[in-house]
Protein backbone atom coordinates (compact mmCIF):
# COMPACT_ATOMS: atom_id res chain seq x y z
CA UNK A 1 0.00 0.00 0.00
CA UNK A 2 1.26 3.52 -0.54
CA UNK A 3 1.95 5.87 1.86
CA UNK A 4 2.01 9.23 -0.37
CA UNK A 5 -0.93 11.13 -0.06
CA UNK A 6 -4.14 10.80 -2.51
CA UNK A 7 -3.82 13.60 -4.35
CA UNK A 8 -6.93 14.03 -6.80
CA UNK A 9 -6.38 14.61 -9.97
CA UNK A 10 -7.96 18.24 -12.12
CA UNK A 11 -9.44 17.29 -14.94
CA UNK A 12 -8.02 19.53 -18.21
CA UNK A 13 -10.27 22.10 -17.41
CA UNK A 14 -9.76 22.89 -14.26
CA UNK A 15 -6.01 22.59 -14.47
CA UNK A 16 -6.13 25.35 -17.05
CA UNK A 17 -8.39 27.71 -14.79
CA UNK A 18 -5.99 27.01 -12.06
CA UNK A 19 -2.95 28.20 -14.01
CA UNK A 20 -5.07 31.57 -15.22
CA UNK A 21 -6.16 32.40 -11.57
CA UNK A 22 -2.05 31.91 -10.67
CA UNK A 23 -0.83 34.19 -13.21
CA UNK A 24 -3.24 36.84 -12.81
CA UNK A 25 -2.24 36.88 -9.01
CA UNK A 26 1.08 37.02 -10.24
CA UNK A 27 0.87 39.37 -12.53
CA UNK A 28 -1.28 41.82 -10.15
CA UNK A 29 1.48 43.10 -8.04
CA UNK A 30 3.32 44.41 -11.24
CA UNK A 31 0.64 46.08 -12.14
CA UNK A 32 -0.45 47.51 -9.10
CA UNK A 33 3.32 48.51 -8.66
CA UNK A 34 3.95 49.85 -12.50
CA UNK A 35 0.81 52.00 -11.66
CA UNK A 36 1.86 53.46 -8.47
CA UNK A 37 5.43 54.06 -9.64
CA UNK A 38 4.68 56.34 -12.69
CA UNK A 39 1.93 58.97 -11.63
CA UNK A 40 1.13 61.62 -13.81
CA UNK A 41 4.53 63.71 -13.63
CA UNK A 42 5.47 67.09 -11.78
CA UNK A 43 5.24 69.75 -14.66
CA UNK A 44 8.29 71.58 -13.85
CA UNK A 45 7.75 75.24 -11.99
CA UNK A 46 7.09 78.12 -13.84
CA UNK A 47 9.06 81.35 -13.04
CA UNK A 48 9.12 84.77 -14.07
CA UNK A 49 10.30 85.48 -17.72
CA UNK A 50 12.74 88.31 -16.12
CA UNK A 51 12.38 92.14 -18.11
CA UNK A 52 16.07 90.61 -20.41
CA UNK A 53 14.25 88.55 -23.04
CA UNK A 54 15.74 89.44 -26.12
CA UNK A 55 13.70 92.62 -28.48
CA UNK A 56 14.98 91.06 -31.52
CA UNK A 57 16.87 86.93 -31.20
CA UNK A 58 20.25 87.07 -32.80
CA UNK A 59 20.98 86.06 -36.16
CA UNK A 60 22.45 83.28 -34.92
CA UNK A 61 20.24 81.23 -32.49
CA UNK A 62 21.47 77.92 -32.70
CA UNK A 63 22.08 75.45 -29.58
CA UNK A 64 25.42 76.49 -29.51
CA UNK A 65 25.85 80.10 -27.57
CA UNK A 66 29.83 80.01 -27.51
CA UNK A 67 30.17 80.75 -30.91
CA UNK A 68 28.19 83.62 -31.87
CA UNK A 69 28.24 83.63 -36.27
CA UNK A 70 31.82 84.01 -36.70
CA UNK A 71 32.83 85.10 -33.17
CA UNK A 72 34.06 82.29 -30.81
CA UNK A 73 33.52 83.14 -27.14
CA UNK A 74 36.30 81.59 -24.57
CA UNK A 75 35.34 83.40 -21.45
CA UNK A 76 33.87 81.86 -18.79
CA UNK A 77 33.30 78.24 -17.56
CA UNK A 78 32.10 76.22 -20.47
CA UNK A 79 28.88 73.93 -19.86
CA UNK A 80 26.45 71.39 -21.58
CA UNK A 81 23.12 71.95 -20.33
CA UNK A 82 20.97 69.02 -21.55
CA UNK A 83 17.88 67.13 -20.80
CA UNK A 84 14.31 66.34 -22.21
CA UNK A 85 10.97 67.72 -22.78
CA UNK A 86 8.22 65.08 -21.00
CA UNK A 87 4.34 65.61 -21.08
CA UNK A 88 2.84 64.33 -17.64
CA UNK A 89 3.11 61.03 -19.04
CA UNK A 90 6.32 60.86 -19.22
CA UNK A 91 6.14 61.10 -23.35
CA UNK A 92 8.42 63.16 -25.37
CA UNK A 93 7.00 66.22 -26.42
CA UNK A 94 8.21 66.33 -30.03
CA UNK A 95 8.67 69.34 -31.97
CA UNK A 96 8.68 71.40 -28.93
CA UNK A 97 10.92 74.24 -28.69
CA UNK A 98 13.41 75.07 -25.92
CA UNK A 99 14.85 78.31 -25.24
CA UNK A 100 17.50 79.42 -23.33
CA UNK A 101 18.78 82.76 -22.53
CA UNK A 102 21.25 84.39 -19.66
CA UNK A 103 24.21 86.94 -19.43
CA UNK A 104 27.61 86.87 -20.41
CA UNK A 105 30.74 86.26 -18.38
CA UNK A 106 30.73 89.91 -16.72
CA UNK A 107 26.80 89.70 -15.74
CA UNK A 108 25.28 91.39 -18.90
CA UNK A 109 22.81 90.93 -20.84
CA UNK A 110 22.20 91.80 -24.61
CA UNK A 111 19.16 93.72 -24.09
CA UNK A 112 18.53 97.98 -24.42
CA UNK A 113 17.43 97.17 -20.78
CA UNK A 114 20.96 96.44 -19.69
CA UNK A 115 22.75 98.92 -21.75
CA UNK A 116 23.52 96.34 -24.33
CA UNK A 117 26.41 96.02 -23.41
CA UNK A 118 27.07 92.13 -23.55
CA UNK A 119 30.11 90.50 -25.23
CA UNK A 120 29.74 90.61 -28.67
CA UNK A 121 31.16 86.80 -28.86
CA UNK A 122 28.22 85.95 -26.69
CA UNK A 123 25.35 84.63 -28.51
CA UNK A 124 23.36 85.12 -25.20
CA UNK A 125 19.88 83.09 -26.94
CA UNK A 126 19.48 79.83 -27.93
CA UNK A 127 16.79 77.91 -29.60
CA UNK A 128 16.59 74.26 -30.30
CA UNK A 129 13.67 72.24 -31.31
CA UNK A 130 13.16 68.81 -29.96
CA UNK A 131 12.70 65.27 -31.79
CA UNK A 132 11.50 62.15 -31.32
CA UNK A 133 13.37 61.25 -28.18
CA UNK A 134 12.38 65.17 -26.51
CA UNK A 135 16.10 65.56 -25.85
CA UNK A 136 17.43 68.85 -26.01
CA UNK A 137 21.31 70.13 -26.10
CA UNK A 138 22.75 73.22 -25.40
CA UNK A 139 26.71 74.29 -25.34
CA UNK A 140 26.93 77.66 -23.09
CA UNK A 141 28.95 79.30 -20.01
CA UNK A 142 27.59 77.99 -16.34
CA UNK A 143 25.85 81.22 -15.37
CA UNK A 144 27.33 83.97 -13.54
CA UNK A 145 25.48 86.12 -10.48
CA UNK A 146 24.74 89.81 -10.79
CA UNK A 147 23.63 92.89 -8.85
CA UNK A 148 20.32 91.18 -7.32
CA UNK A 149 20.25 88.08 -8.91
CA UNK A 150 22.23 84.45 -7.94
CA UNK A 151 23.31 82.27 -11.10
CA UNK A 152 20.92 81.25 -13.69
CA UNK A 153 19.53 80.45 -16.81
CA UNK A 154 16.52 82.00 -18.13
CA UNK A 155 14.16 78.53 -20.25
CA UNK A 156 11.21 78.42 -22.41
CA UNK A 157 9.48 75.92 -23.77
CA UNK A 158 7.27 76.77 -26.89
CA UNK A 159 4.89 74.44 -29.05
CA UNK A 160 3.51 75.68 -31.96
CA UNK A 161 2.21 78.95 -31.43
CA UNK A 162 1.53 77.89 -27.54
CA UNK A 163 4.02 78.96 -24.93
CA UNK A 164 4.61 76.02 -22.47
CA UNK A 165 6.52 77.00 -19.36
CA UNK A 166 8.87 79.85 -18.57
CA UNK A 167 11.14 79.32 -16.05
CA UNK A 168 14.84 79.53 -14.44
CA UNK A 169 17.58 76.89 -13.84
CA UNK A 170 19.51 77.29 -11.29
CA UNK A 171 23.04 76.06 -9.81
CA UNK A 172 23.10 73.74 -6.92
CA UNK A 173 25.27 74.96 -4.04
CA UNK A 174 25.84 78.20 -4.98
CA UNK A 175 25.82 80.56 -1.92
CA UNK A 176 23.63 83.51 -3.51
CA UNK A 177 20.88 81.02 -3.93
CA UNK A 178 19.41 81.65 -0.75
CA UNK A 179 19.26 85.28 -0.49
CA UNK A 180 18.01 85.90 -4.04
CA UNK A 181 14.29 86.62 -4.28
CA UNK A 182 13.23 84.51 -6.16
CA UNK A 183 15.14 81.62 -5.68
CA UNK A 184 14.18 81.70 -1.92
CA UNK A 185 10.32 81.74 -2.31
CA UNK A 186 10.28 77.90 -3.95
CA UNK A 187 9.36 75.24 -1.49
CA UNK A 188 11.62 72.17 -1.30
CA UNK A 189 10.11 70.54 -4.43
CA UNK A 190 10.27 73.42 -6.22
CA UNK A 191 13.57 73.91 -5.45
CA UNK A 192 14.86 70.45 -6.28
CA UNK A 193 12.75 70.90 -10.01
CA UNK A 194 14.75 73.81 -10.95
CA UNK A 195 18.51 73.88 -9.08
CA UNK A 196 20.71 71.37 -10.67
CA UNK A 197 24.36 70.05 -10.37
CA UNK A 198 26.56 71.93 -12.90
CA UNK A 199 29.41 69.26 -12.40
CA UNK A 200 32.71 68.09 -14.11
CA UNK A 201 31.90 65.93 -17.33
CA UNK A 202 33.28 65.11 -20.32
CA UNK A 203 33.56 68.64 -22.51
CA UNK A 204 34.35 70.73 -19.28
CA UNK A 205 30.90 71.16 -17.06
CA UNK A 206 27.79 69.60 -17.82
CA UNK A 207 23.92 70.16 -16.28
CA UNK A 208 20.92 68.05 -16.69
CA UNK A 209 17.62 69.49 -16.96
CA UNK A 210 14.55 67.65 -17.24
CA UNK A 211 11.70 69.42 -18.35
CA UNK A 212 7.75 68.31 -18.09
CA UNK A 213 5.42 70.39 -19.26
CA UNK A 214 1.41 69.69 -20.07
CA UNK A 215 1.76 69.53 -23.68
FE1 LIG B 1 18.12 86.97 -15.50
Known amino acids: MSLSPQIPSLTPHARLRRRTV ?5 AAPALWLDAWAQPARRPTPAQTEGPFYPTALPA ?8 NGALNYPEGRAVWLEGSVADLDGRP ?18 HPGDGSRADPRFQGFGRVTVGADGRYRFRTIRPV ?3 GRTSHIHLKV ?8 TTQVYVAGEPGNPRDF ?6 E ?4 ALTVPFAPGDGGLRAHFPIVVAA
Open 189 to 192: ADRA
Open 60 to 67: DADHDLLQ
Open 158 to 165: RLGGRELL
Open 145 to 147: PYS
Open 22 to 26: AAVLA
Open 182 to 187: LWRTLD
Open 93 to 110: VAGAQVEIWQCDHAGRYH
